[in-house]
Structure formats: C-alpha cells, structure tokens
T-cell receptor, first 111, second 113 residues
C-alpha cells in the first residue's frame, strides 16, 4: 500500500539543466519528505516539508507542497553529475510513526 | 549513513535457511524500522518498533521476524517461510513521537542461492 507515487519514473537531462520530479499521495499527511539514494546505498534525507508549508528551499533544492491536490514537487536547479541517483518521496501520515515511500524517480545527468 | 550500522553488507543464503540481519544505532532513537527494496522499486515496510520490547507488523511482514530487546538494536530474521527473500534490506531510526526525518543505515544485500 504505497502512499506516494513519483512521476516520472525515470528522467535524463543535460548537466546544468533543471530537474523536476513530482509526487502524489492519497491521504492527509503530517509532512512529506524527499530522499536521495545512490545505487546500492542507503537513503539520504534531503528536505522535509510540513503540511502547513507550501514551499521550502535548501541550496539547489526547491520543494513545493499542494495539500489540496495531494501533490509535491522537487526541483533541482543547475544539475550536476553527482545528482545522478534515485529520488523518493515519503509521507508521514498517521500517529503510528510510519513513513510510506513512493516508487522513486531515477535521475540521470548527462555530461 | 549517520549513526546506524548494518551488517553484513552482502549476505548469501541457501534456500530453506533462516538468516539474521543486524541493525545497530547509537543515536538514542526510540523508533526503528526495517524496509525491503527490490530492484527499481521503492521501499516497503516490513516491521517497526516504537519502543523496547514492542514492535508492529508493516505491509510485508510475512516470512520475517524481529526482536527489540535493546534500544540500540533491532535485528531482522528472514525465515525460510519468506518465498522470495533476495532483496536489499534497509534499517532506519528516528526519535519516538517525532515527525521528522528517518536516518538510514547503508543496507544489506541478501541473495538466496
């Protein structure tokens, strides 16, 4: 029962371009988080946005949240080769202390 | 990978054998989690524990078992009842009652021969 679904499943862009990934979820949430995973590694937390926030920035990352549409987007500006990874959204939606992950977007940055 | 360690990094098992994956954290977090990740897929929750000596099933608990005898340790046993255990297993933790981020270990890749 996945709460979040990312779109697109895969994205390939030229270095220096911006990358946008989207996440949709099904039920009301406490917060939404974005994580990065390099191949064969654990997940690294990127940014958390709470349900009462609409936009958040961290370096080259910009996250938006639209609770009326139950969707979020992650924008990576001025992409670099090191940004090549899978990106997951995760929703914290209950008091049960669980986080549910989406299926991820595989981002490839071409030199 | 923060203060969470998983061992071993790679694990091979023959069919019909039980195997235990280790997860240790020194972050003093109350809550710990086990996820399974299949190739090209997201993470699916196996078990989680919010406090010592207590744990709950996640979405895919069948064929797995856990224990939480100590705050810093949350081992996962993959039993012979798990029909397709080959996968990447990730452990995570966060403070109980927190709605903040989880901290992940580096993962264990289990292959059934």
């Amino acid at each position: 029962s996945q709460q979040g679904e990312e779109d697109p499943q895969a994205l390939s862009i030229q270095e220096g371009e911006n990358a946008t990934m989207n996440c949709s979820y099904k039920t009301s949430i406490n917060n939404l988080q974005w994580y990065r995973q390099n191949s064969g590694r654990g997940l690294v937390h990127l940014i958390l946005i709470r349900s009462n926030e609409r936009e958040k920035h961290s370096g080259r990352l910009r996250v938006t949240l639209d609770t009326s549409k139950k969707s979020s987007s992650l924008l990576i500006t001025a992409s670099r080769a090191a940004d090549t990874a899978s990106y997951f959204c995760a929703t914290d939606y209950s008091s049960a202390s669980k986080i549910i992950f989406g299926s991820g977007t595989r981002l490839s940055i071409r030199p | 990978d923060g203060g969470i360690t998983q061992s071993p990094k790679y694990l091979f098992r023959k069919e019909g054998q039980n195997v235990t994956l280790s997860c240790e954290q020194n972050l003093n977090h109350d809550a710990m989690y086990w996820y399974r990740q299949d190739p090209g897929q997201g993470l699916r929750l196996i078990y989680y524990s919010q406090i010592v000596n207590d744990f709950q099933k996640g979405d895919i608990a069948e064929g797995y078992s856990v224990s939480r005898e100590k705050k810093e340790s949350f081992p996962l046993t993959v039993t012979s009842a798990q029909k397709n255990p080959t996968a990447f297993y990730l452990c995570a933790s966060r403070p109980e009652g927190s709605t903040d981020t989880q901290y992940f270990g580096p993962g264990t890749r289990l292959t059934v021969l």
